[in-house]
């Protein structure tokens, strides 16, 4: 439903599948990655829904004024916890060789699944600076949720992003709308 709904391919593929395609990167979990034929999950990975919802959410938004704001406010909010730059460079060097990809939106997207599940500070840092993108990102969790089988792991994942959003901003929703 979400690749039609979306336009976008999503495939799947094991740790093994992935050092066959030279996405494997030793000591690292890889959870995914886009090509131009679509997005790639890792089925090993425990952080693929993170990988999955960060993807789609700047998808959503690339090449719209908020996807600026976006990649603004996640590369501020990397760097004050000291990690955009060790980052930045990992996904460089795994993403070297490869045509056509701006290391800097994948590092958006990766960030985007991982501060949206981890980080209730990210979320309520975005609900205060950036009310319109904070919007636009719960719509889209809301929309993600109710395409997720009901009762699933990623179903209960979705639903506490969601809650984080709702208990952070409220009052911004509100203003928004």
Known sequence: KLSADKGVSFDFANNAKLKESGFAVDGKRVNGFVTQNGITINIDSNNALNSVVGHEITHVLEG????????????????????????????TELYK????????????????????FTDADFVKNLSVTKPNV???????????????TAGSKEARQLEKVKKTFEENGHKISQEVL
């Open 64 to 91: 719209t004024e908020l996807y600026t704001e976006l990649q603004k406010a996640v590369k501020e909010y990397a760097t004050a916890k000291g990690v955009y730059d060790t980052k930045l460079t990992e996904l």
């Open 97 to 116: 060789g490869i045509k056509d990809v701006n290391v800097e939106n994948e590092l958006t997207s990766d960030l985007v699944g991982e501060y949206l």
């Open 134 to 148: 904070f919007q636009k990102i719960y719509n889209e969790i809301k929309y993600l949720l109710k395409v997720a």
